[in-house]
């Protein structure tokens, strides 16, 4: 057995050890991965739970209940209401820990029917490096992160994935569409959904990692720069399309994607 197939082990043997387990599931990488693996030894007593609010993609939150559908995941939608609450629309930094907050809160209230059971996240050793608003809510709610806890990173995931035949082995990295404004800048809900008709666009040409970060009426496009003469070639019909959902600028970030951006 490999260090990889070795971590996988103790992972699973971790989800077995909950007995009922409720997942944080979005449809990304991590969590998905995680879905499957809990839904591999704990069966019906694992639960996803996908939080459905204007910060997601309509398609992006159609695809994960598909995955989840396809896979015989028990899978529950909960609504969330983060963009209704002040400090979330502040945007002032903490905007993850809002979001998060409220949805381990909403898990808690809504799953406390079931009894006794361990709510966990997909925060992997990767993000151990990185300042996570949304740690400390898992924190506060006592939210396990077995990724983590058996330490595995992102590339390691992709991998075993890929192995379990899960379509997110690929997967471009993703943040709620809350992430597309500056830090600062308020989050209007008018403008969210701007920002996902104008991602729609670059979707729907070809690109995978891309962002369109809202600056008023300014669209900052960040794609991965190998996509640079693609969007060059298309910028005459991306530009028409993107000035549709309302934007008067149309913009490339020539420093290209970048993840973790809010500014």
Known sequence: MNPIEEKEKQLLDELRSYGTLAVAYSGGVDSSYLADCAHEVLGQNAMMVIADSPSIPREELQEAIDMATERGWNLRVIQTVEHLQEDYLENKGDRCFH?????????????????DIVLAHGAIEDDKGDIRPGAQAAANHCVVAPLQNTGLYKKEIRILSERRGLPTSEKASFACLGSRFPTGTRIDLEAMAQVEKAEEILRAC?????????????????IDPADFGKLIDERTELVTAIKQTGYRFVTLDLGGYSMGSSA
């Open 99 to 115: 979001c998060k907050n409220e949805l381990f809160s909403k898990m808690e209230t809504i799953l406390s029917e079931f009894g």
């Open 206 to 222: 070809g690109y995978v990692q891309y962002r369109v970060r809202h600056h008023g009426n300014l669209c900052r496009i960040e």
